[in-house]
C-alpha cells in the first residue's frame, strides 16, 4: 500500500524544525530513519498531514560524554554509530549490548536512538533501558527546553510526555560505574523481531556479593517497560547467590499481569519473564564477579 498524501518540509537547521512543528502540531510528523514511521503510513494506521523530514539537522548526531560522566546522545544519532562507538562501549556497555539486539544492521544503519524512544513500542529495547537506567529526556520547543525522566516520559503504548510542539534533541545517560553487573535478556519469534518479553537489569554489590543496589526492566509485557522494584527489594542487601536470584525472577513473574496477543498467551509471556529475569540476574552476577575480581 502507499501511504495518504502529505505535505513535506525538509528544515535546514533546528529553529526552522521547531518552527514547523509550532505551526503544525498535532498535524505533524517527523521523519528520523523513518523504520517505524513509513510502515504505518502505508498500512494507513497513522495519517499525518505534514511530515518534517529532520535528516538534515546534523547538529543532533552526537555522542558526547555526559557532564559529570555518562553519555549525552543526539536524538538523530544513528544506532549502528553508537553500536560501533568506542566511548558508548566504555561509557555504558549495557547500552551497546542493547542495541546490538535491534532489528538487522540494516535496521540500525537509518534508525535512530531518538526515533526508537519516541515511537515508545513496549517491546524495543531503549525504552526499557531507558526506565532502568534513570535517562533524561531533553524536549526543545520553539521558546525553550524541558527535562523529563524516563519514568515519568513514556505514558502508555506508543504514548509519551512529549507536547505536539515538542522535538526530543538529547538523551542523557547517567555515569556508568565500572564495578556492576548487567545483562540483558530477550526472546523473539525470529532473530531480529520485536521482543516477546525481555529483561534488563544492573547489580550493585561490595567484594562480599552483598547487593547495594538492584535495577529490573521488563519489556514486552504491558503498555510500558516497567520496573519490578519488589523483585528489586528481594535482591537489596541480601547476599547475590542462585537461591536469591531465583526468588527475585519467581516475584517479577508473579507481580505481572501481561495482555495476550497473536504472538503469545499472558500466561506464556509472564512464565518467559520469569526465566529471563532468572538468567539475566545470573549473567549480572557473573559479570559483577569479574569486576570485582578485576
Excluded at 118 to 129: C, M, N
Excluded at 280 to 287: D, T, V
Amino acid at each position: 500500500m502507499k501511504p495518504p498524501s502529505f505535505e513535506f518540509f525538509d528544515p535546514r537547521n533546528l529553529n526552522q524544525a521547531l518552527s514547523l512543528l509550532d505551526q503544525y502540531g498535532n498535524e505533524a510528523k517527523i521523519l528520523a530513519g523513518g523504520q517505524s514511521l513509513m510502515p504505518l503510513m502505508n498500512l494507513r494506521l497513522v495519517r499525518p498531514k505534514v511530515i518534517i523530514d529532520i535528516n538534515r539537522l546534523s547538529e543532533l548526531a552526537y555522542i558526547n560524554p555526559g557532564r559529570g560522566g555518562g553519555l549525552a546522545i543526539g536524538s538523530l544519532t544513528r544506532q549502528r554509530l553508537i553500536e560501533r562507538s568506542a566511548l558508548a562501549q566504555e561509557q555504558n556497555p549495557l547500552l551497546v549490548e542493547a542495541i546490538r539486539l535491534i532489528g538487522h544492521f540494516q535496521i540500525r544503519n537509518r534508525g535512530t536512538i531518538g526515533g526508537s524512544l519516541v515511537h515508545a513500542d513496549p517491546a524495543a529495547e531503549l525504552p526499557a533501558l531507558a526506565v532502568l537506567l534513570n535517562v533524561e529526556f531533553v524536549l526543545r520547543h520553539l521558546n525553550g527546553e524541558r527535562v523529563v525522566q524516563a519514568k515519568h516520559f513514556f505514558q502508555s503504548y506508543m504514548t509519551t510526555a512529549i507536547e505536539p510542539a515538542e522535538l526530543l534533541t538529547e538523551i542523557r545517560f547517567p555515569p556508568w560505574y565500572p564495578r556492576r553487573g548487567w545483562a540483558i535478556q530477550e526472546i523473539s519469534r525470529r532473530v531480529g523481531d520485536f521482543a516477546v518479553a525481555g529483561v534488563a537489569t544492573v547489580l550493585f554489590a561490595d567484594g562480599h556479593n552483598a547487593c547495594q543496589d538492584a535495577r529490573i526492566a521488563l519489556f514486552g509485557v504491558s503498555a510500558t517497560p516497567v520496573r519490578i522494584e519488589r523483585a528489586e527489594a528481594v535482591l537489596k542487601g541480601t547476599h547475590l547467590d542462585s537461591r536469591t536470584l531465583a526468588e527475585a525472577a519467581r516475584v517479577a513473574s508473579e507481580v505481572l499481569e501481561p495482555d495476550s496477543d497473536i504472538h503469545a498467551s499472558s500466561e506464556y509471556r509472564r512464565e518467559v519473564a520469569g526465566v529471563l529475569t532468572r538468567r539475566a540476574l545470573e549473567a549480572a552476577l557473573q559479570r559483577l564477579r569479574g569486576a570485582n575480581d578485576a
